[in-house]
């Protein structure tokens, strides 16, 4: 799987204002583990380019970090 520094053109991006650090809720949540934590920031970011468009990394963030872009053909 390809690995990913924090883009805008992954499927899944968090916002690090929002993210907090050292949460990891999304990242445990995650059945693809395509969500990680920066060690530099402690906060999550996607590292691997590889999504389900299942949800609840989006659903279970307690602030809204994360935003799934689901592709057009699934919405
Ligand atoms: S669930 Fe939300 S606050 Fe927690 S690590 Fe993920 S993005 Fe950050
Ligand atoms: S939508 Fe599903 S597969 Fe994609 S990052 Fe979130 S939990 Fe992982």
């Given at each position: ?14 916002d ?5 650090a ?21 906060k ?18 307690p ?6 872009d ?5 919405r």
């Amino acid at each position: 799987m390809p690995l990913v520094n924090q883009r805008v053109d992954v499927p899944v991006t968090i916002d690090p204002n929002l993210c907090i650090a050292e949460c990891t809720l999304c990242v445990d949540m995650c059945p693809l583990d395509s969500l990680a934590i920066d060690p530099d920031t402690s906060k999550a970011y996607m590292h691997v380019d590889e999504c389900w468009y299942c949800g609840p990394c989006a659903a279970r963030c307690p602030t809204g970090a994360v935003t799934v872009d689901m592709p057009v053909l699934i919405r």
